[in-house]
């Protein structure tokens, strides 16, 4: 990105404008003519966050650079000191949308900011609360970083703060990191607690059929791990009719079976068309319309996913919710999260494993025959090096996601992995690491992410005049491809909320 900064008498303006983000940088010196309104500060919208970093140099601050990067390493914004005044505040302000940053300050001579008389500082707020700071920090560094997640949590920041002395005692570093990832995501999906209206710790579960214009043929059951029916309907719903049986059941495993000769879809019988969907504690788990005959789908109650979840796994949980969550809303979707699945964990596993023997081959193989959509990148590299080092979950998510955003790759099959990740049908997922040293000092890593419902789903059907309409694609409520729901031990697919 290209510094458009001009440079009046007393003050420093650098204006930078996209599609995506605000930046404003504003001399702190001018607060009070701002306030006598020469000029008033534009508030951020609803949908941004106020980044504010407060920059006080040192005596020469022609060695200093500022660049806010993504969080797949792309620079956003960047700008000189070179005609900043010396020993003086200068704050940058940037409206940011949500996801996740890095504001990063460098010495081009490799001293810090620290001269004879003083050292200069780095402050930095989002929101009006400070989330990082540098002071009196005397070590000759060349580079100093400061990551923010912004909207993790509820919309605000979520960051922890570390704060470091060195043996001086009087240089103090604050900065923003990105660890407890599995508090972030028991905190974003809490289990369903107190959801249910059922006692003795029961849950809430509803049948919801709407029939076409043969109602006598439908009829559904559901039974548990015994083989005991414990709900059920008969053929006795009349035509049209939408038809809601509730009960309470306890946790455990589950079957649905709902058998109708032509399915509730069948426009070449019908005009108009039904569903059936399944309820548990007031969210929709199983929703259909299409089948032959019969269909059966398996669920659990109380099942808590996030239990067994590691930090990487959450962190790829983290990663993945960011961009579900704001490319739904950009599409004009409610939200749809991603449930972490152990078991498309292990067959990811199994797969990136399988492909550490093949690293250093141009190209990466899908395994076939999974019933999954999935996504595949790899690094190697010397040990210690960037390449040669597992890479933050964030950065290859912007690969998939962000970067396929990008004018030249925003078409079908050119933007596939971001269609997978963002793939609105989809309530599963699971992403795999696996990393081999190859030869001497020499490492390889490899990353699996697999998606249920299964994504990139017929995308033909969505061709007009040669170009795949991906957007009405991959924002359809529901898709017919692959599992609809992780397939277990047993071989059954199991959905669960």
């Known amino acids: ?16 404008m996209s599609s995506h983000y605000l930046f404003f940088i504003d001399d702190i010196s001018q607060a009070k003519k701002l306030q006598q309104g020469v000029r008033a500060l534009e508030s951020c919208p609803d ?3 106020e980044f504010v970093a407060a920059i006080t140099t040192d005596e020469n601050p022609s060695d200093n650079q500022w660049a806010l990067l993504n969080g797949g390493g792309n620079t956003l914004a960047r700008g000189e000191m070179t005609n900043w005044d010396s020993e003086s505040v200068t704050r940058l302000r940037m409206c940011l949308p949500l996801g996740i940053f890095n504001f990063r300050v460098t010495d081009s001579s490799g001293d810090g900011m620290c001269r004879n008389d003083g050292c200069g500082s780095v402050v930095i707020t989002l929101d009006g609360v400070e989330i990082g700071k540098m002071e009196n920090d005397n070590s000759k560094w060349s580079t100093e970083d400061f990551p923010v997640n912004i909207g993790i949590l509820t919309g605000k920041a979520a960051v922890t703060t570390s704060t470091t002395t060195t043996p001086t005692t009087t240089s103090t570093t604050t900065t923003t990191t990105t660890s407890n990832w599995c508090e972030q995501v028991r905190q974003l999906f809490p289990m369903d607690e107190g959801a249910s209206p059922c006692k003795d710790g029961q849950h809430r579960v509803e049948v919801d059929v709407l029939v076409d214009c043969f109602g006598e043929e439908t009829s559904w059951e559901i039974k548990d791990r015994k083989g005991d029916v414990v709900m059920s309907l008969g ?3 009349p035509a049209f009719t939408q038809r809601s049986v509730v009960q309470c059941l306890p946790e455990g495993k589950y079957e649905f079976t709902i058998e109708d000769q032509d399915g509730l879809k069948n426009p070449d019988h019908c005009k108009e068309t039904g569903h059936y969907k399944v309820y548990v504690n007031n969210k929709e788990l199983i929703a259909g319309d299409r089948f032959v005959q019969s269909k059966t789908h398996h669920f659990s109650i109380g099942a808590d996913w996030t239990s067994d979840m590691t930090e990487r796994d959450c962190e790829w949980a983290i990663a993945h919710h960011v961009r579900r969550k704001r490319n739904h809303k950009e599409n004009g979707k409610e939200y749809r999260s991603l449930k972490w699945s152990e078991d498309i964990y292990q067959g990811a596993k199994n797969w990136a494993n399988r492909l550490l023997d093949s690293c250093e081959d141009g190209g990466i193989e899908h395994e076939k025959g999974t019933g999954y959509s999935e996504n595949l990148a790899k690094n190697h590299g010397t040990k210690g090096t960037a390449m040669g080092s597992r890479i933050a979950a964030d950065n290859i ?11 030249e790759m925003d078409e079908w099959p050119l933007n596939a992995h971001h269609t997978a990740l963002n793939w609105y049908p989809s309530r599963y997922f699971a992403c795999a690491d696996a990393e081999r040293e190859i030869r001497d ?16 789903c017929n995308m033909a059907s969505f061709k007009k005049n040669g170009v795949v309409d991906f957007k009405k694609a991959f924002m359809s409520d529901t898709s017919r491809c692959g599992k609809y729901c992780p397939e277990d031990s047993d071989g059954d697919e199991v959905c669960y909320n």
Do not use: L
Not at 444 to 451: D, E, G, L, T
């Open 1 to 16: 990105m290209h510094d458009h900064r001009t440079t009046p008498t007393n003050t420093h303006t650098h204006r930078i």
């Open 47 to 49: 949908d941004k966050y």
């Open 235 to 237: 053929n006795e719903i």
């Open 397 to 407: 998510a912007w690969r998939f996601s962000e970067r396929e955003q990008q004018p």
């Open 441 to 456: 000092n020499y490492v390889c890593h490899v990353q699996v992410c697999r998606y249920a419902t299964c994504g990139n």
